[in-house]
């Protein structure tokens, strides 16, 4: 063990007359530890993705999210059952011996792995018939696919001074872990989620926007918001902050997003989401990439009654010059999912 | 009460394994001596059962031969199995003592067989809670289970364990051995027991092994004790190991005996779990037992929170430069090893002891009567 460095008398009376606050201490302390590991670079962003990538290049096909062609190549690799065992051995006689055993037996090993075979051939075909049908099936839905929505930023609603930051910064103020702002830009919300005292990091499909922002105490990585979550484990966020990201999703999108941020959001973890609104969006002005999306701006209400059928408490709160608005969420104990299916937790 | 024929209720008890070395093994035998201890006639019914332990137990189907009326049926839940059909069918008054089960998403894309086992559980604990008359869980967490999937009579009792086999008689081999690497390395002996299996995550115990030696301790060492089943999952563990280097500093032991379990207890500097799924957490108990401190995730971990209390630095996530950060603050501040492991004792003694079994029969008893 290293040397112990907080043996100090008046520490351990603290410990002594409150244990509990003085581990509350150490957890702030703890906090702040890691705050400035990463403020000093020891701790890169990539880092930690790199590891999780590692990982899961060891891992089954289906946990990585490997296509059915790369499955296929290995069954076909061991589709051919080896009766000829290798007979080396380490004694002298031990290769002979082994060598006279395969040849007793092989009539019948040979047998039985000819059946086994020609059982694996057959599934194998079978899977590349499945696998052909697959092909064309995507061929056709890609054809009718919905586009992911960009990242589409009103700049006037989307910046440093914008009316709801404050608002924001109040209700992640108690979150319950590390807090994930997705289409962070050059992370000016996650500087000001740290400087509140909450640990929090950015991620932004935008990969150029990413490179140019002086990283400084702030870890930002240039990754899409639905496959970011894929990589947290279940319930490991404190908080999330949506913004510029949702408007121009597609129900489908929607719906896949906010299934992995409930499943990753601890209980009691915020959800917060700044959306403009449907005339806001539709304005000339509007920045192209709203002509561009497939979906369109929900209004507050429809958000809050999304939110509390998923397993929140939401509120919506409008701007000053209604042309955008704020949703706050916290999230229950248990997920709609777990309260229905109570046995799959 | 008593049976016409004056003797004692029987109050038998089934499961689908009984093993040993095996924390639903030792809680059944254990509550069988429970139960005997206070007057009921038990005998235990297992779908499996261990040669080591075939003169404790029947087979579950042999059970209509030794039925009589007032029997009482604990069936001790820890997975799927043909047991949970067969009690349907006694029509006995059923008793649920239930462990918890890993769900089925945990093993998805590892073991396609433990996917359809986790899946099937689900299925046998819909058929079962409904018609317990009492459901007994090792954590608030599993009580929830309990009562989500239609148990309507519910309370908590902890597990019954041997936690003196981690205080007892380490093995000296192993206790020199790791006493030897420590005095020669430096560093810290970080500890987990539990089953190599995707929802303890010992891939994230790596992970965060990698960072804390980045960090802070450049020779610290990781012990994985326990066995596997799930072969991809180790597999991928020990070329993640290797990967990163870490081939001489990670430690997968498998089984152990009890005298070595309790060296590695001994000789450990902390207990690191982020495990993402513990129906109570046994190990848990042991560490605390051992006056290990522990360092623990929290959320989405299940009952861990509720096992440890205010005996283990509780984080909100794996995230490993927390994880990092919290093991050398363990192993660098003597108050807070202090703090925890005082708190760890404390805790332990609350989940031990003669007054766990004294809560069992309390708790039988009230819904079948006294002995």
């Known amino acids: 063990m290293s040397d112990a460095e907080h043996t100090g008398t008046g520490t351990g009376d603290a410990a002594a007359e409150d244990p509990a606050a003085y581990v509350q201490q150490v957890m702030a302390e703890i906090a702040e530890e890691v705050r400035l590991r990463r403020a000093s670079g020891d701790l890169p962003p990539r880092l930690e993705r790199e590891l999780d990538e590692l990982f899961l290049a060891h891992s089954p096909i289906g946990v990585r999210g490997g296509d059915l062609s790369e499955a296929l190549r290995l069954v076909d690799a061991a589709t051919f059952i080896d009766p000829v065992v290798p007979v080396e051995s380490e004694r002298a006689a031990g290769a002979a011996v082994k060598k006279g055993m395969r040849t007793m037996l092989l009539w019948y090993v040979g047998w039985v792995t000819h059946q086994m075979s020609q059982s694996a051939s057959a599934v194998s075909r079978a899977l590349h018939i499945v696998d052909d049908h697959l092909k064309e099936l995507e061929r056709r839905i890609e054809a009718q696919r919905v586009p992911d929505a960009p990242i589409v930023e009103f700049p006037t609603s989307v910046a440093p001074g914008a009316w709801w930051v404050e608002p924001a910064l109040a209700a992640l103020a108690k979150a319950p872990g590390r807090v994930l702002h997705a289409a962070c830009g050059d992370g000016w919300l996650v500087r000001r989620i740290v400087d509140s005292g909450v640990d929090a990091y950015g991620i932004d499909p935008r990969a150029p926007v990413v490179d140019a922002a002086e990283l400084g105490a702030v870890d930002l990585r240039d990754e899409h918001v639905t496959e970011h979550l894929r990589a947290v484990a279940a319930a490991g966020l404190g908080g999330v902050v949506l913004s510029a990201t949702v408007e121009g999703m597609a129900g489908g999108e929607r719906t896949h997003l906010l299934a992995a941020i409930g499943t990753r959001l601890a209980p009691g973890g915020t959800l917060v989401i700044h959306s403009v609104g449907r005339g806001t969006w539709e304005a000339a002005d509007a920045p192209y990439g709203a002509d561009l999306a497939p979906g369109r701006p929900l209004r507050p209400e429809t958000w809050c009654r999304l939110l509390e059928d998923s397993g929140y408490s939401a509120t919506a709160q409008p701007g000053p010059d209604g042309s955008d608005f704020l949703v706050t969420a916290v999230r229950s104990g248990l997920t709609p999912y777990e309260q229905r299916e109570p046995g799959i937790r | ?371």
């Open chain 2, 1 to 371: 009460m008593t049976t016409a024929a004056g003797r004692p209720v029987a109050v038998h008890q089934f499961l689908p394994a009984l093993n040993p070395h095996d924390a639903t093994g030792t809680h059944t035998l254990k509550l069988r001596d429970v139960l005997r201890a206070a007057g009921w006639r038990s005998d235990i019914f297992a779908e499996a059962v261990h040669e080591d332990l075939a003169a404790e137990a029947y087979k579950h189907w042999a059970y209509p031969e030794h039925a009589a009326d007032g029997d009482v049926a604990v069936y001790q839940f820890t997975t799927s199995s043909a047991v949970a059909p067969f009690l349907a069918e006694q029509g006995l008054p059923l008793i649920l003592d239930f462990h918890n089960f890993t769900s089925p998403e945990l093993f998805a894309g590892w073991e396609p067989g433990n996917v359809t086992r986790a899946a099937l559980a689900a299925d046998d604990l819909a058929l079962l809670a409904p018609e317990a008359i009492l459901g007994l869980a090792r954590s608030a967490y599993s009580e929830q289970t309990l009562r989500h999937a239609g148990c309507r009579r519910t309370t908590v009792t902890p597990a019954l364990a041997d936690y003196a086999r981690v205080t007892a008689n380490p093995d000296p081999r192993v206790a020199a051995e790791l006493r030897e690497r420590r005095a020669a390395d430096g560093g810290a002996d970080i500890l987990f027991v539990g089953r190599v299996v995707p929802s303890k995550a010992q891939h994230e115990l790596v992970k965060a092994l990698w960072t804390y030696r980045r960090l802070y301790d450049p020779v610290a060492r990781l012990h994985l004790v326990g066995g596997t089943s799930s072969y991809a999952y180790s597999k991928a563990l020990y070329d993640y190991v290797e990967d990163l280097g870490l081939a001489s500093a990670v430690r997968l032991t498998g089984e152990v005996s009890d005298a070595a379990l309790a060296a590695y207890y001994e000789q450990a500097d902390v207990f690191l779990s982020l495990s993402v799924h513990e129906g109570f957490g046994v190990p848990l108990v042991e560490a605390m037992t051992a006056g290990l401190p522990i360092v623990a995730r929290g959320a989405g971990a299940g009952a861990v929170t509720q096992t440890v209390r205010d005996a283990a630095l509780v984080l909100e996530s794996g995230d490993p430069a927390y994880v990092a950060a919290a093991l050398h603050r363990v192993c660098t501040d003597d108050v807070l090893r202090r703090t925890l492991a005082d708190n760890g004792r404390h805790r332990a003694a609350e989940l031990q002891g003669e007054k766990v079994g004294h809560e069992f029969v309390e708790a039988i008893a009230g819904v079948v009567g006294r002995p």
